[in-house]
Nanobody
């Protein structure tokens, strides 16, 4: 599946952004989708994931530093997964990538979007 991420930008600390990830086909049958981020000089980290529940919302998981501030959700009708980011902090500054189709053998996602830059000013 091809993924197109968007929604990044410059925001002040305490502000909000919503990232979108549009898939090239239906996401109903995709086993899991997630959002990663990579800050300058740091390793890429998984921020949030949603394990497919078919037509239902799915099970969500969050990196501890964003739990309670970020929300991952999906709109099956639009083939889109969102990442709503509230109470943004300067340390949230990073390139954010969406990913899909978790492979149990390699323990990694097999499809990736191109990344969208989020910059949080203090």
């Amino acid at each position: 599946v091809q993924l197109q991420a968007s929604g990044g930008g410059l925001v002040q600390a305490g502000g909000s952004l919503r990232l979108s990830c549009v898939a090239s086909r239906s996401i109903v049958s995709i086993n899991a989708m997630g959002w990663y981020r990579q800050a300058p000089g740091k390793e890429r980290e998984l921020v949030a994931s949603i394990i497919s529940g078919g037509l239902s919302g799915g099970i969500t998981n969050y990196e501890p530093s964003v739990r309670g501030r970020f929300t991952i959700s999906r709109d099956n009708a639009k083939n889109t997964v969102y990442l709503l980011m509230n109470s943004l902090k300067p340390e949230d500054t990073a390139v954010y990538y969406c990913a899909a189709e978790f492979d149990d053998m390699s323990m990694s996602f097999s499809s990736w979007g191109q990344g969208t830059l989020v910059t949080v000013s203090s």
